[in-house]
């Protein structure tokens, strides 16, 4: 999972790896089989959850326990008026 906040506006990105895992990757149509979504929050957004549209998110656990992931998703509007948003980052996670 990935959590960016400020202090006004923050987003989640949510997803789900098998617990024994060492590697994953999800592509393309593979996506929702990782029931992955992104959800924004904060005082002037909605807090609707919205599923993955497109990309790839693929991680490898590192010798020290903690997780290296890669994302680069799109991610379906909120509304028909919207734009679709494409979420990236490539961080080290500790579980």
């Known amino acids: 999972m990935q959590n ?5 506006w923050g987003y989640t990105l ?5 617990k024994n895992a ?3 990757r999800f592509a393309g149509a593979e996506l929702p089989a990782a029931n ?8 002037w957004v909605s807090g609707n959850t919205y599923p993955l549209q497109g990309g790839l ?16 998703v ?8 919207s734009l679709a948003k494409r979420v990236t ?7």
């Open 4 to 8: 960016v906040m400020d202090d006004e």
């Open 14 to 18: 949510t997803f789900e790896v098998d």
């Open 22 to 24: 060492t590697t994953f």
């Open 36 to 43: 992955g979504f992104y959800r924004e929050s904060g005082a």
């Open 57 to 72: 998110i693929e991680g490898s656990k590192m010798a020290n326990g903690k997780w290296r992931v890669k994302a680069d």
């Open 74 to 81: 799109t991610v379906l509007p909120a509304t028909s008026s």
């Open 89 to 95: 980052f490539d961080t080290v996670f500790e579980k």
